[in-house]
């Protein structure tokens, strides 16, 4: 019952009532809808439940996929001539509520991110963010969760695929808990999530297994980064390289021998296979996320929706994307500071690559545009139990002409050129300070 999920009776009535004038919103709603959500695999798994809802309510609407919100984007997409439009920002939008509430903009957020102002309406905006009900948005639920919530009001189970797709994109399913372990054991229910099993990482892909281990990035096996040497490992444990699907035996033999580089526990996992033409739901998300980061999230949202072309398209996308970050990696160069790490890298990769590149310290990966320098920076569980907070740290780009948020364990920033080192500075000094003051509240 979902109601298990919120901590007491309370905090479930006012998300009850939340959900409830959001469905009852979007379904009285006659003019056209817009929907603005983000470019990575959460955002694009968002909007394809919302697409998916609001065909089947017949509704008017107009999706667009975008990389950043701030007052700019608002701007653009804000036509107040259209006074009959419902915008609905997914995965994006808590952080400007007040800038989206100011321009009185008939509103709805749907986002996991957190809220800049801890209101559930404010006016004309509604606003389903899972820290406005006491969940984490990190762990506990990604924003395809919250779209999810929104769309079983209508009884649309069947979508709760996304959510587990999107989820895994935002790396919640390590285990999936709270709200998001609710959606997964409804998809269950349902039969749309059709099987859990425990099986090689590789066995997701549809591709020869030499590609499946040569791509994989989770884990990344850098002995294994070409070619070659994948070829000759697959050689010596006598498996055709050709096989898209590997057997029990040929599995026993493969995780043997990787066991000289990777924990056991990294090859086999617990593969979600769902209802989609592309079954297994770590595939999917990894093409969107692939499709999302080379500009290509149009054909992510096609092969989220099952078409045949788009999904040709983002298998081919995927391979690329995947490529990319391989020949990257060959070639990097850490620099480090005290307490973090960066390099610099190009647009559209840098927050998977640094998300591998983590050890004992945060890193950041930094790209250049029209400007300004633009960063991902990412942590583990370990740093952000020790105390690290990387959406404070990346918000201080404020104070030197940017902008940045996000979550603890990953976020993101821009600013102006001229500024990059005294950022780093700043941000390595506030990383350090956040790891000691954790150490000394333990201390003491
Ligand atoms: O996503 P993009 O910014 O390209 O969409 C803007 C277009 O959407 C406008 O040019 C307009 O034709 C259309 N639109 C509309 N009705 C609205 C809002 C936008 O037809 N209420
Ligand atoms: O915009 P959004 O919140 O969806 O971005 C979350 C980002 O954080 C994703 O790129 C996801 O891969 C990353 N992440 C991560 N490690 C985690 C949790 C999230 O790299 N443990
Ligand atoms: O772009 P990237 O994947 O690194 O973003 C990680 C997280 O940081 C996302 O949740 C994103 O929304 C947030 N972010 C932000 N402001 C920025 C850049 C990223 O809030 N300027």
């Not at 409830?20 to 959460?42: M, P, S, V």
Request: aromatic share 10%; proline share 2%.
């Amino acid at each position: 019952m979902i109601t298990t999920v919120f901590k007491d009776k309370k905090i479930y009535e006012k998300y009850r009532k939340t959900v409830n004038e959001i469905a009852e919103k979007i379904k009285n709603h006659q003019g056209l809808i817009r929907i603005i959500t983000h470019y990575d695999t959460d955002g694009l798994a968002s909007g394809t439940i919302l697409i998916k809802m609001l065909y089947r309510l017949n509704k008017n609407f107009h999706l667009s996929i975008v990389e950043h919100l701030n007052e700019k984007v608002i701007n653009r997409i804000y036509n107040n001539e259209y006074n009959n439009t419902l915008y609905i920002f997914c995965d994006m939008g808590s952080a400007y509520i007040d800038t989206i509430a100011g321009k009185d903009m008939n509103a709805i957020i749907l986002d996991h991110h957190p809220p800049k102002l801890r209101y559930t309406k404010v006016e004309e905006v509604h606003q389903l963010n899972p820290h406005l009900f006491n969940l984490n948005g990190v762990r506990e639920v990604s924003a395809s969760g919250v779209c999810y919530l929104v769309a079983r009001e209508y009884e649309f189970y069947d979508l709760s695929i996304f959510a587990i797709v999107g989820a895994i994109g935002d790396v919640q399913h390590e285990p999936f808990i709270g709200m998001n372990k609710f959606i997964v054991n409804e998809a269950r229910e349902h039969r749309y999530l059709r099987n859990i099993v425990k099986d090689i990482i590789y066995n997701a892909y549809d591709l020869p297994i030499w590609q499946s281990i040569l791509y994989s990035t989770k884990p990344y096996i850098k002995e294994l980064s070409d070619e070659e040497s994948v070829m000759n490992l697959l050689k010596e444990v006598d498996i055709d390289p050709n096989k898209t699907y590997l057997e029990e035996e040929e599995k026993n033999r493969l995780v043997s021998a990787l066991k000289r580089y990777v924990d056991e526990s990294q090859i086999v996992v617990d593969r979600y296979i769902i209802n989609h033409k592309i079954e297994d739901a770590y595939y999917l998300s990894e093409i969107l996320n692939a499709c999302g980061k080379k500009g290509m999230g149009s054909v992510g949202i096609g092969v989220a929706l099952e078409d045949d072309e788009c999904i040709k398209i983002g298998k081919k996308i995927y391979i690329k994307y995947k490529n990319d970050i391989i020949e990257q990696l060959k070639n990097i160069e850490l620099h480090k500071l005290n307490n973090i790490e960066y390099f610099f890298g190009k647009k559209g990769t840098i927050g998977h690559m640094a998300s591998l590149l983590v050890r004992d310290k945060p890193v950041i990966g930094i790209y250049e545009e029209e400007g300004y320098y633009k960063m991902s920076s990412r942590g583990n569980r370990l740093l952000v139990e020790k105390g690290l907070d990387l959406s404070k740290v990346m918000s201080i780009a404020s104070q030197f002409g940017g902008s940045g948020g996000g979550h603890n364990i990953a976020s993101g920033a821009r600013i102006p050129k001229i500024y990059l080192n005294a950022f780093l500075q700043k941000v390595d000094e506030i990383v350090g300070n956040q790891l000691k003051r954790r150490e000394r509240e333990m201390e003491n």
